[in-house]
Protein backbone atom coordinates (compact mmCIF):
# COMPACT_ATOMS: atom_id res chain seq x y z
CA UNK A 1 0.00 0.00 0.00
CA UNK A 2 1.01 3.25 -0.49
CA UNK A 3 -0.23 6.54 0.45
CA UNK A 4 0.32 10.42 0.20
CA UNK A 5 -0.57 12.61 2.79
CA UNK A 6 -0.51 16.36 2.40
CA UNK A 7 -0.23 19.11 4.79
CA UNK A 8 0.04 23.35 4.85
CA UNK A 9 -3.15 24.59 3.08
CA UNK A 10 -5.02 27.54 4.83
CA UNK A 11 -6.17 30.40 4.73
CA UNK A 12 -4.15 33.19 3.30
CA UNK A 13 -4.88 37.08 2.62
CA UNK A 14 -3.85 37.80 -1.30
CA UNK A 15 -0.16 38.24 -2.01
CA UNK A 16 0.44 36.03 1.17
CA UNK A 17 2.07 33.08 1.03
CA UNK A 18 1.33 28.94 1.81
CA UNK A 19 3.75 25.87 1.72
CA UNK A 20 2.32 22.95 0.67
CA UNK A 21 4.18 18.92 1.53
CA UNK A 22 3.22 15.86 0.25
CA UNK A 23 5.01 12.62 1.61
CA UNK A 24 4.55 9.27 0.17
CA UNK A 25 4.96 6.48 2.17
CA UNK A 26 4.74 2.57 2.16
CA UNK A 27 5.55 0.06 -0.45
CA UNK A 28 8.18 2.33 -2.81
CA UNK A 29 10.52 1.16 -5.09
CA UNK A 30 10.32 4.57 -6.96
CA UNK A 31 8.74 7.10 -7.48
CA UNK A 32 8.48 8.79 -11.07
CA UNK A 33 7.11 12.25 -11.81
CA UNK A 34 5.53 13.66 -8.83
CA UNK A 35 2.89 16.89 -9.37
CA UNK A 36 0.28 19.07 -7.66
CA UNK A 37 -3.36 19.95 -9.38
CA UNK A 38 -6.17 22.23 -8.22
CA UNK A 39 -9.74 22.09 -8.12
CA UNK A 40 -11.48 24.94 -7.57
CA UNK A 41 -15.59 24.69 -7.36
CA UNK A 42 -17.30 23.52 -10.48
CA UNK A 43 -14.36 23.92 -12.37
CA UNK A 44 -12.00 20.77 -13.49
CA UNK A 45 -9.21 19.52 -11.92
CA UNK A 46 -6.02 21.01 -13.43
CA UNK A 47 -1.94 20.55 -13.62
CA UNK A 48 -0.73 23.63 -11.26
CA UNK A 49 3.05 22.06 -11.14
CA UNK A 50 5.09 18.56 -11.79
CA UNK A 51 8.64 17.72 -11.36
CA UNK A 52 10.48 14.65 -12.59
CA UNK A 53 13.00 12.57 -10.97
CA UNK A 54 15.67 14.71 -12.22
CA UNK A 55 14.02 17.91 -10.89
CA UNK A 56 12.94 19.00 -14.39
CA UNK A 57 9.63 21.10 -13.94
CA UNK A 58 6.69 21.69 -15.57
CA UNK A 59 4.50 25.20 -14.78
CA UNK A 60 0.54 25.92 -15.36
CA UNK A 61 0.64 29.32 -16.97
CA UNK A 62 -1.71 30.59 -14.84
CA UNK A 63 1.40 30.19 -11.43
CA UNK A 64 4.63 30.47 -13.28
CA UNK A 65 6.91 33.12 -11.47
CA UNK A 66 4.58 32.98 -8.12
CA UNK A 67 4.92 28.99 -7.67
CA UNK A 68 7.90 26.60 -6.99
CA UNK A 69 7.54 23.18 -7.14
CA UNK A 70 10.31 21.25 -5.50
CA UNK A 71 11.15 17.40 -4.00
CA UNK A 72 13.50 15.66 -1.73
CA UNK A 73 13.72 12.37 -2.98
CA UNK A 74 15.43 10.68 0.02
CA UNK A 75 12.19 11.30 1.77
CA UNK A 76 9.93 10.62 -0.79
CA UNK A 77 8.24 14.42 -0.54
CA UNK A 78 6.95 17.16 -3.02
CA UNK A 79 6.98 20.63 -2.22
CA UNK A 80 4.67 23.52 -3.58
CA UNK A 81 5.63 26.85 -2.25
CA UNK A 82 3.09 29.00 -3.58
CA UNK A 83 3.55 33.24 -2.99
CA UNK A 84 1.70 36.47 -4.66
CA UNK A 85 -1.47 34.42 -4.12
CA UNK A 86 -4.58 35.17 -5.91
CA UNK A 87 -8.57 34.71 -4.97
CA UNK A 88 -8.43 32.57 -8.28
CA UNK A 89 -5.91 30.06 -6.58
CA UNK A 90 -8.68 29.15 -4.43
CA UNK A 91 -9.04 25.91 -4.47
CA UNK A 92 -8.40 22.07 -3.17
CA UNK A 93 -4.88 21.05 -4.02
CA UNK A 94 -4.47 17.46 -4.77
CA UNK A 95 -1.06 15.77 -4.52
CA UNK A 96 0.01 13.03 -7.31
CA UNK A 97 2.81 10.51 -7.60
CA UNK A 98 3.70 8.16 -10.28
CA UNK A 99 4.89 4.85 -8.56
CA UNK A 100 6.55 1.72 -8.55
CA UNK A 101 6.22 -0.34 -5.64
CA UNK A 102 8.80 -3.20 -6.49
CA UNK A 103 11.17 -3.56 -9.12
CA UNK A 104 9.81 -5.13 -12.51
CA UNK A 105 6.47 -3.55 -12.14
CA UNK A 106 4.54 -1.07 -13.25
CA UNK A 107 3.86 2.29 -11.83
CA UNK A 108 0.45 3.41 -10.58
CA UNK A 109 -0.72 7.03 -10.10
CA UNK A 110 -1.82 7.82 -6.75
CA UNK A 111 -3.06 10.33 -5.00
CA UNK A 112 -3.16 12.71 -1.87
CA UNK A 113 -6.47 13.34 -0.18
CA UNK A 114 -6.43 17.04 -0.71
CA UNK A 115 -5.88 20.16 1.39
CA UNK A 116 -7.67 23.55 0.67
CA UNK A 117 -6.42 26.49 0.11
CA UNK A 118 -8.36 29.63 0.52
CA UNK A 119 -7.11 33.25 -0.75
CA UNK A 120 -8.94 36.00 0.70
CA UNK A 121 -9.21 39.22 -1.34
Avoid: H
Avoid at 5 to 15: P, T
Avoid at 90 to 96: E, G, L, P
Wanted: net charge positive; charged share 15%; aromatic share 10%.
Amino acid sequence: QVQLVESGGGLVQAGGSLRLSCAASGSIFSINAMGWYRQAPGKQRELVAAITSGGSTNYADSVKGRFTISRDNAKNTVYLQMNSLRPEDTAVYYCNADIRSAWGTRTRDYWGQGTQVTVSS
